[in-house]
């Protein structure tokens, strides 16, 4: 159409062919110029594109497949960061606050990851005494995946400058926390108030001091006043 136009074009400038022949061919161009942009438009409808960059974890049609309008054919998923909801027990509710470091680790792998507190639920759950919050990690390796668990810890108290002993080195004796200290070779019974603890260190707030040396094998069979043999580790790490 468009070299047909031109054509008429020239032959109009030269008095060849009538106003109104010329005009009936602008016309056909015209058509044919928006047929040609229709059509753009309905193949451009063939074409899918996600309205943001991620990974596609679901598809729910098959190539070749017929599809109308609304159905559903992939699911995107948007990894550019990881959503963590963690229940925490109502009491903490003060403790906590936007913004905060969270540490979690991957059950799976048992990666370490590093997020912040983004979201606090003003609602106690009545039926678990929890609230919920959520959790936003950016960084994390590409073994980790959605929807895995993971063990969350949040640091909502800080005691400084406190002692800390070995964990094990704190017995239970009739209803008591006893840790055993040494003292001119001896096992020296003390009575201790214990404060926070985790799988490996205690905290004592009472009973011993600074420095003061707590017996960590062999304590839960002794008594106040018994001799003890010290053994001192060697650099090659043998005990003598």
């Given amino acids: ?9 020239e032959m109009y400038s030269r008095e060849l062919v009538s106003g109104e022949a010329f005009d009936d061919t602008r016309t056909d161009l015209l058509s044919a110029e928006a047929s040609r942009e229709l059509a753009a438009l309905e193949l451009s409808h063939t074409e899918i594109r996600a309205p943001f960059d991620g990974r596609v974890p679901t598809r729910a049609i098959d190539p070749g497949e017929m599809v109308s ?24 509710f003060r403790r906590i606050q936007t913004d905060q470091t969270v540490e979690l680790i991957v059950d799976s792998s048992q990666d370490t990851l590093r997020g912040k507190i983004t979201l606090i639920s003003p609602i106690v ?8 919050i959520t959790v936003e990690v950016r960084d994390y390796p590409p073994t980790t995946r959605p929807g895995d668990f993971a063990q969350v810890r ?11 002993v070995p964990r094990n080195a704190v017995v239970s004796e009739k209803g008591e926390q006893v840790v055993y200290v040494v003292a001119d070779s001896t096992a020296q019974r003390r009575l201790v108030a214990v404060g926070f603890q985790d799988k490996k260190r205690a905290e004592i707030t009472s009973g011993v001091e600074s420095g003061e040396r707590v017996v960590v094998q062999g304590q839960r069979s002794l008594q106040d006043g018994q001799p003890i043999k010290i053994m001192e580790r060697s650099d090659s790490g043998t005990e003598s």
């Fill in 1 to 9: 159409q468009q070299s047909r136009f031109q054509r008429a074009k």
């Fill in 69 to 92: 309008s609304g159905t559903v054919l992939f699911t995107v998923a948007d990894l550019s960061r990881l959503l963590a909801r963690v229940h925490v027990p109502a009491r903490e």
């Fill in 125 to 132: 759950d009545p039926a678990s005494g929890t609230i919920k």
């Fill in 154 to 164: 949040i640091v909502t108290e800080q005691h400084a400058n406190t002692v800390l």
